[in-house]
């Protein structure tokens, strides 16, 4: 099992920026393909952005491409989320989550049930 662990939400004003870290500990001696999703009250889990498990190759939501980033140091075990041009609606609990099968097909990334270990989640909030 891995552990994982999420800081650095907060309240920002639209159009401000944030950067998100995922620790990871315990059973990391091999890195993981890696996810962020994020839950607005009432709604369902979504997808944000995903990085392989070397960090050369990332994918994204479409309501995020080309305003977030995911970029890893596997040297700390850490993943980061960089988030610039934030919007109201990307107010919502956003959650890592690590695959620890190493073969993630391209139709699974998206998925919630892909991942098999998430963290507590942080609080993001953008007022507009």
């Known amino acids: 099992q891995v552990q994982l662990g999420e800081s650095g939400g907060g309240l920002v004003q639209a159009g401000g920026s944030l950067r998100l870290s995922c620790a990871a500990s315990?059973?990391?001696?091999?890195?993981?393909?890696m996810g962020w999703f994020r839950q607005a009250p009432g709604k369902e889990r979504e997808f944000v952005a995903a990085?392989?498990?070397?960090?050369?190759?990332?994918y994204y939501a479409d309501t995020v491409k080309g305003r977030f980033t995911i970029s890893r140091d596997n040297a700390k075990n850490t993943v980061y989320l960089q988030m610039n041009i934030l919007k109201p609606e990307d107010t919502a609990v956003y959650f890592c989550?690590?695959?620890?099968?190493?073969?993630?097909?391209?139709?699974?990334?998206?998925?919630?049930?892909?991942?098999?270990?998430w963290g507590q989640g942080t609080q993001v909030t953008v007022s507009s």
């Open positions: 989550a690590a695959r620890l099968d190493p073969v993630v097909l391209s139709t699974q990334i998206t998925r919630v049930s892909t991942y098999d270990n």
């Open positions: 315990g059973r990391t001696r091999s890195s993981y393909f």
């Open positions: 990085i392989s498990r070397s960090g050369s190759n990332t």
